[in-house]
């Protein structure tokens, strides 16, 4: 029996799922069968929703989210719920943010946003979504539950970050500092949920992708920043950059149950670098 891939019946949020990395993923999963809720901040992704809608067969849906405001994140969450009128069964927080700056150059909002976005935004969806699959309120007070004594409880639902090798090696020759650490936050984060919550059947994971040809590589500001990509494809060991079509492909992949459908792996950090941690 050939090996297939197949996400019909599956409720899929994916942040920044209208472009870049999010939008490979978006179309992988897609044409596997799921259905999406992909979260946008400014750039409406409505009409696109419709348009990958009528292309793969599948629902999708777009849904407005500010990822740093958690009251924002409780209410997406509950819209897609009622949307679909089920719970979702997988999230790929994909939603990030990047800048070139260094750090005697960075003020204190660069640095904040820089967190809120990429650390802190991941953060507030996984604990939305952990609360919402318990069936617990959006906002819980002490002593409401004590998760590590739930026994019996699989839920079988899966969380994927999307990382960076940012958050392994200090990327050069742009400095970016600040994004570095998020990325090494949100790394760790990954293993701390799941660790804390492996018990009952909430499957965290990251992937650190190196760089992939989207439009936040094109961030140059001057001639010197220009020449970031070539000196990257250079580091490159296989000589190119990912597209976000493989990088989608790959991601769901490694969601499916042929890594354990989401049973085995957790905690773990995927590199999908092209080689360039091995320098």
Request: aromatic fraction near 8%; hydrophobic fraction near 40%.
């Amino acid at each position: 029996m050939a090996l297939s891939i197949d996400y019909t019946g599956k409720l899929v949020l994916i942040t920044g799922g209208g472009r870049g990395i999010g939008l490979g993923i978006t179309k992988a999963f897609a044409s596997a069968g799921a259905d999406l809720a992909i979260t946008y901040t400014s750039q409406d992704s409505t009409s696109l929703a419709a348009d990958l809608s009528k292309k793969y067969g599948v629902s999708i849906r777009a849904f407005k989210c500010n990822v740093t405001k958690s009251a924002e994140i409780d209410a997406m969450i509950q819209e897609v719920e009622a949307s679909w009128g089920k719970k979702i069964d997988m999230a790929v927080a994909n939603a990030g943010i990047s800048q070139w700056k260094q750090t005697i150059d960075s003020t204190d909002e660069d640095i904040e946003k820089m967190f809120a976005v990429n650390t802190l935004g991941p953060f507030y969806l996984s604990r939305s979504l952990a609360r919402s699959w318990l069936d617990l309120p959006v906002s819980v007070g002490p002593d409401t539950v004590d998760v590590s004594e739930l026994k019996g409880k699989k839920l079988d639902k899966q969380i994927l970050f999307v990382s960076s090798i940012s958050g392994l090696v200090a990327m050069s020759p742009q400095r970016q500092a600040a994004y570095n650490a998020s990325k090494g936050g949100l790394t760790m984060l990954a293993k701390s949920l799941a660790q804390e919550w492996a018990h009952i059947g909430i499957y965290v994971n990251a992937i650190s992708p190196g760089y992939v040809a989207t439009d936040m590589l094109g961030n140059a500001a001057n001639e010197k920043e220009a020449a970031f990509p070539k000196e990257w494809d250079f580091r490159t060991p296989v000589g190119r950059f990912a597209t976000p079509e493989e990088t989608g492909e790959f991601i769901a992949v490694l969601m499916s149950r042929y890594q354990g459908g989401g049973g085995f792996m957790t905690g773990s950090d995927v590199v999908y670098d092209g080689g360039y941690t091995t320098l």
